[in-house]
């Protein structure tokens, strides 16, 4: 395979990748924008396959390439066959940290034996142009990987490990501590540009390591959503930092790619929580000792009705507008959510899905849930193009959804003041599908839910969405 004919294909998969960012952007073109993704990805493994032939002079070594395929290839099936909706932000999280840690395990490789990648010939120096992209690809890999454990964790809930849990991590001198690690880790950047010293590669390594977990642990759960598409962000600019290293252009582009969307989707995942852009690529926000634990649920009066009096509402309505969160993909209601709506279309009723760009626990999490159940997408609305319409609506209907429908944003002093949210409690009438009066992930209490027209129905989601359809007439 001549050079002229590998930069074509790798050229081809990047048109591919292109296409299927493109397609992935709605979720009428998503399956498209996969089918794209998949065959760029399927043109650059087998190019690169043979591009390592070619610079052997043999397959010699092939089969362990072939090996790691096979197992990663397999495993990816596997858990993409048989992971759970509620789980997949964690096995988003699990992939960037096997990207970080591949760029990781690829500079490391570099660095030791350059001759090997066509870098230099054996027993050159390495330019220093190649060695602070080893480096910065290194770095930023490490930072992934171990950010990527840390949120793996965080998103799970359920390990008792304290870095692991959704409460921010916070100490004194905190800031002080991540700015000096920061340093540190230009300081040995610079020395193994400078000097090719394994030992600064190594130190540089460490500390890449520990940033990634300094940076993360401070994040509470409720800022997860921006955790996730930043470290995307970084898994991607990672590859390609080791990209210009090996020059290699697929990984370039692919890098690049991958690093700027995560990087515009970080940006309006910031707009959508009020939180600076700056502060997340630093690990800074993530709120307080105090903030994370202010707003504890006071033990107050509420109107809670059952589902039957629900369904009466809800038959009576001439719009509806839902509300899903993540409790509603905790239970798997989905379906039978779907069935209510057309239950309800079917009695004449107008029905929509309100849906916030951070519900859940990864960026896009309702949409994926709601594609799963087939849910039209023409019911499907992002919270600028409904926001105007919950004046009008007879009833809102919130499932699961807690921080992203809670007026205290409206509240200066409050945590989440000034983070847009849906403007459910402007319904004419608001019914509430929990399993108890538990704060949300940002600790705060709900003024919703303490509304004369809001009615609590307490309960598993998709039980009570169940009993809903069939008291519907």
């Known amino acids: 395979m ?7 294909l790798y050229l081809v998969a990047s048109v591919c990748f292109i296409q299927a960012l493109k397609g992935l952007s709605h979720p009428t073109t998503s399956i498209r924008g996969n089918l794209f993704g998949m065959v760029g990805m399927a043109i650059a493994t087998l190019t690169t396959a043979a591009l390592i032939v070619k610079l052997a002079g043999s397959a010699l070594g092939l089969g362990w390439v072939l090996v790691g395929l ?26 960037h940290s096997m990207i970080g840690l591949a760029a990781v395990f690829i500079a490391v490789a570099a660095a030791v034996e350059p001759w090997a990648f066509g870098i230099v010939e054996k027993g050159g120096a390495v330019p220093v142009g190649n060695r602070v992209e080893l480096a910065l690809g290194a770095a930023i890999g490490a930072i992934t990987f171990s950010g990527s454990v840390i949120a793996f964790g965080k998103l799970s809930g359920s390990y008792k490990f304290r870095l692991f849990q959704g409460a921010p991590v916070v100490f004194k001198g905190q800031h002080a501590l991540n700015a000096v690690l920061g340093l540190a880790l230009l300081f040995f950047i610079v020395g193994y540009a400078i000097s090719e010293s394994k030992l600064d590669f190594a130190l540089l390594l460490a500390l890449a390591f520990v940033i990634g977990v300094t940076i993360i642990i401070p994040i509470g759960g409720a800022d997860m959503p921006v955790v ?14 080791i990209g210009f290293s090996l020059n290699n252009s697929m990984l370039i582009i692919a890098g690049s790619l991958v690093g700027s969307s995560g990087a515009i989707l970080s940006y309006i995942m910031c707009k959508a929580m009020n939180r600076s852009f700056f502060n997340v690529i630093l690990g800074g926000f993530g709120g307080d000792a105090t903030a994370a634990t202010a707003g504890k649920a006071e033990a107050r009066p509420v109107k809670s009705g059952s589902a039957d009096d629900a369904a009466f509402v809800l038959g009576n309505a001439e719009t509806v507008v839902i509300v899903p969160g993540y409790g509603l993909a905790v239970a798997r209601a989905q379906h039978a959510v779907k069935e209510l709506a057309e239950k309800l279309t079917h009695k004449g009723v107008t029905v929509k899905y309100a849906i916030h760009p951070v ?15 087939e849910v039209p997408y023409d019911q499907v609305f992002e919270m600028e193009d409904i926001n105007g319409e919950f004046g009008q609506a007879d009833v809102a209907i919130i499932l699961g959804a807690n921080d992203v429908v809670n007026p205290a944003a409206m509240t200066k002093g409050s945590p989440i003041y000034g983070m847009p949210i849906l403007e459910a409690y402007k ?7 929990k399993r108890s009066m538990a704060a949300g992930y940002a600790g705060l209490d709900n003024e919703l839910f303490y509304m004369d027209k809001t009615m609590m129905v307490f309960g598993d989601a998709k039980k009570v969405v169940e009993d809903m359809v069939k008291a519907i007439e």
Not at 82 to 94: D, H, I, R
Not at 359 to 371: C, I, S, T
Not at 427 to 433: E, G, L, M, P, S
């Open 2 to 8: 001549s050079l002229n004919l590998v930069t074509l």
């Open 70 to 95: 096979v197992v990663g290839g397999g495993y990816g099936a596997w858990r993409a066959k048989t992971v759970e909706m509620t789980k997949m932000p964690e096995l988003v999280a699990f992939f």
């Open 228 to 241: 996730v598409s930043m470290l995307n962000s970084y898994s991607g600019w990672a590859a390609a930092g």
């Open 359 to 373: 519900a859940g626990r990864m960026p896009g999490h309702m949409n994926v849930l709601l594609a799963e159940a």
């Open 427 to 433: 319904a004419k009438t608001i019914i509430v599908n």
